[in-house]
C-alpha cells in the first residue's frame, strides 16, 4: 500500500510560482508512474502532468511551458514546478501514484483510472 502526501500549496499573485511536492510511502517509488490533477470548484477533476517511471513527462495543454514535473527516487518525491500561475490554475491539486510499472502510450496518463493511489490534495488559489 502506497501513501501519498501533498504539501507547497498556498496563496500566490497570478504571474507566481509554486512548488509542489507528493512524498511518497512506497519502497518502491522509482517504480511508479506519479501523476498530478487538479479540481476547481463545481468542475471535473483534470489532467495536469505526469511522469513515467521511465521519466518521460506528460503535460496537459493547458499547463504546457509553465509547468514541470520531475521526481526525485531517492527521496521518494515528485515535484510540480509552476510558473506563470494564473487565476484559472486555483484547484485543489492531488498527486497520484500507478504502481503497474509497464510500458504506456501517452493517453495512459492523463486518465483518473490509471492511479492506484491517491494524495488528499493541497490547495493552491492564484490571485488576479
Known amino acids: 500500500q502506497v501513501q501519498l502526501v501533498e504539501s507547497g500549496g498556498g496563496l500566490v499573485q497570478a504571474g507566481g510560482s509554486l512548488r509542489l511536492s507528493c512524498a511518497a510511502s512506497?519502497?518502491?517509488?522509482?517504480?511508479?508512474?506519479m501523476g498530478w490533477f487538479r479540481q476547481a470548484p463545481g468542475k471535473e477533476r483534470e489532467f495536469v502532468a505526469a511522469?513515467?517511471?521511465?521519466?518521460?513527462?506528460y503535460y496537459a495543454d493547458s499547463v504546457k511551458g509553465r509547468f514541470t514535473i520531475s521526481r526525485d527516487n531517492a527521496k521518494n518525491t515528485v515535484y510540480l514546478q509552476m510558473n506563470s500561475l494564473k487565476p484559472e490554475d486555483t484547484a485543489v491539486y492531488y498527486c497520484?501514484?500507478?504502481?503497474?510499472?509497464?510500458?504506456?502510450?501517452?493517453?495512459?496518463?492523463?486518465?483518473?483510472?490509471?492511479?492506484?493511489?491517491w494524495g488528499q490534495g493541497t490547495q493552491v488559489t492564484v490571485s488576479s
Open positions: 497520484a501514484a500507478d504502481s503497474s510499472f509497464v510500458i504506456r502510450r501517452g493517453s495512459y496518463y492523463s486518465s483518473q483510472r490509471s492511479y492506484d493511489y
Open positions: 512506497g519502497r518502491t517509488f522509482s517504480s511508479y508512474a
Open positions: 511522469i513515467s517511471w521511465s521519466v518521460i513527462p
